[in-house]
């Protein structure tokens, strides 16, 4: 499962940035994801409880910011929002275009901590 690894990977990331700031145990990761990164959200959810397991993240929560799609318009030379993935086109004029200016991202915003000693 592809986004099973891209869970890992954020939990390492973010039980490193832990580890460094001295930390205990992780509350929350806050996830940007673009609507064209490829990755479906209720899958990283999955993979991120699996992954979290036995790190300063386990219990923690993952919270999936949605960036949406922007693009070029020539026509009206301005970056607009696109309502849907399924046309690229401009919202105002409907004028075709790939000039993608966001929506691949894949990357953590922040990490929330916790004040709380650790348990175990
Ligand atoms: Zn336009």
Known sequence: MHEL?????IVQIADDAAREAGVER???VHLRLGQLSGVVSEALLFGYDIAAQGTRLEGSRLEIEDVPVVIFCAQCRAERELESIQVFCCPECGTPSMDIRSGNELE???VEYSDEPAHS
Not at 5 to 9: C, D, E, K, Q, V
């Open 5 to 9: 690894s891209i869970a890992y990977n």
């Open 26 to 28: 992780v509350d929350a």
């Open 108 to 110: 953590i915003g922040y």
